[in-house]
């Protein structure tokens, strides 16, 4: 059974570390989802179906973004009550965590699937790729149901310091995934049988996830009067985890702007970067995403504490993480770059690789920019300024729109540099908005 971290005392070096390992370690197999979906893909049915897949990357992280930022604002606000050890608001914020992703995911799934080929033709996929991205995509969003509670699931363990049990569930999960995936390679089905197959690894992830959290967290053994609807715990958890969704679409629609400058490029490019944002995002929303969750873990329950001082400590410690873990994660995007491009695309010739690793060399040697966005972002999650983070995605959305009309114009080269020109423009506003917020925090809480 894992150990719950109170993060309101001790190292908040050691603490961050700690906490982030594994759910580094749990990002990266949620990533490896989709990486595995591709790969598997790629070998079954052919670079030019797989690359399909690869270009639902946006318009997937456009709905299914939302659907997490949702969890994720539900999460924060419960890691306050955690800090406040208050177990009747502790068990009141599950409760209404779960009724408002019932409703959520109810409200995605028909959008979603009514307005998916619309935004993928919006995209400019090219004809050669847009059956097959219809197909999947199509699978995914019947699912979200089982994405959102999973999602919560995990958010509420993060909640109260437990980064080890989501993981656990996750390498299961994982494996059923391509095991699942596998049978492609024996039978005829179509590339939705991918989507699916995430699906229903996504769906037993939640269950397992739920179970352990009735088992580990006695304070959440919800009863009937729990799920009585009030209006201002309903208000809360949406004033957080709405603009936390919004900041995630906010970022995706740039991600979508972009790719759609790259599909107006030569196919070979809309392919090389559609399979370098999936290797990259093993870094971007894997391991850079899980210091940035720990991050917001840390300054939620010492914020919910009324622990000034190591709020304030936790932002010359917490940088000092992020430094390291972005200098190693451009290491290794680069050093994978090459390997699993030759996996994803099979039968790609050599030209494509070379452009994919170009992508990776640019994007890991601005990993710090990245870093900062995460740091921040998360950091003004945790405190309850959740509207200010998402004023960083408009700023991210309007940088990255501007670079990629502008830099794609050019070449491919160039292009590449529009997600790297975003991270800085963001990080800066971030950071700024954080440090001016936490001399009023020091005011106001001391």
């Not at 299914?64 to 177990?87: P, R």
């Not at 999936?278 to 995403?289: A, H, M, R, T, W």
Request: net charge positive.
């Amino acid at each position: 059974m894992a150990k719950n971290v109170d993060m309101t005392q001790g190292n908040p070096v050691k603490l961050i570390v700690c906490f982030m390992f594994p759910l580094i370690l749990n990002y990266l197999f949620q990533q490896f989802y989709a990486v595995a979906d591709s790969a598997i893909v790629a070998l079954a049915l052919g670079s030019t179906v797989s690359t399909g897949v690869n270009l639902t990357g946006t318009l997937s992280f456009l709905v299914l973004g939302f659907s997490q930022g949702c969890s994720g604002g539900f999460g924060v606000i419960l890691s306050q009550f955690v800090g406040e050890k208050n177990e009747d608001k502790q068990r009141k914020s599950f409760a209404t965590s779960i009724l408002l992703t019932i409703a959520i995911a109810l409200v995605l799934t028909i959008v979603s699937t009514v307005f998916a080929e619309e935004l993928l033709l919006l995209l400019q996929t090219n004809e050669i790729y847009l059956q097959y991205s219809l197909e999947y995509i199509y699978a995914i969003f019947a699912g979200i149901v089982f994405t959102m509670f999973y999602n919560l699931a995990t958010q509420v363990l993060f909640a109260f310091g437990d980064s080890k049990s989501p993981l656990i569930i996750l390498i299961v999960s994982a494996g059923l995934n391509i095991l699942l995936n596998s049978l492609l390679f024996v039978t005829d089905w179509s590339v939705a049988w991918a989507g699916w197959a995430t699906v229903i690894a996504q769906g037993i992830a939640s269950i397992v996830g739920f179970a352990l959290i009735f088992k580990k967290i006695p304070a959440l053994r919800l009863k009937k009067s729990d799920f009585k609807v009030n209006a201002k715990f309903v208000f809360k958890h949406l004033g957080m985890g709405i603009p936390m969704a919004f900041q995630f679409s906010i970022t995706a629609i740039g991600c979508m702007i972009q790719q759609r400058a790259f599909n107006l490029l030569e196919p070979q490019y809309a392919m090389a970067q559609s399979t370098g944002s999936k290797i990259s995002g093993l870094f971007d929303s894997g391991v850079l995403q899980a210091f940035g969750t720990a991050i917001g873990t840390y300054f939620g329950q010492n914020y919910g504490a009324k622990k000034v001082e190591r709020v304030s400590e936790g932002v010359k410690k917490g940088l000092l993480v992020g430094c390291v873990t972005a200098i190693l994660s451009c290491l290794l995007v680069v050093a994978l770059a090459y390997p699993l491009s030759s996996i994803l695309l099979p039968d790609a010739p050599k030209e494509i690789y070379r452009s994919v690793f170009y992508y990776e060399l640019v994007h890991g040697a601005n990993y710090l920019f990245l870093m900062l966005v995460y740091f921040f972002r998360h950091a003004l999650q945790g405190v309850g300024k959740s509207l200010t983070a998402a004023m960083g995605g408009v700023v991210e959305l309007i940088a990255r729109f501007v670079c990629s009309i502008s830099l794609a114009r050019i070449s491919f080269e160039f292009a590449c540099f529009s997600n790297p020109s975003a991270w800085l423009t963001a990080g800066t506003f971030l950071m700024v908005a954080f440090l001016i917020y936490l001399k009023k925090i020091k005011k106001t809480l001391v």
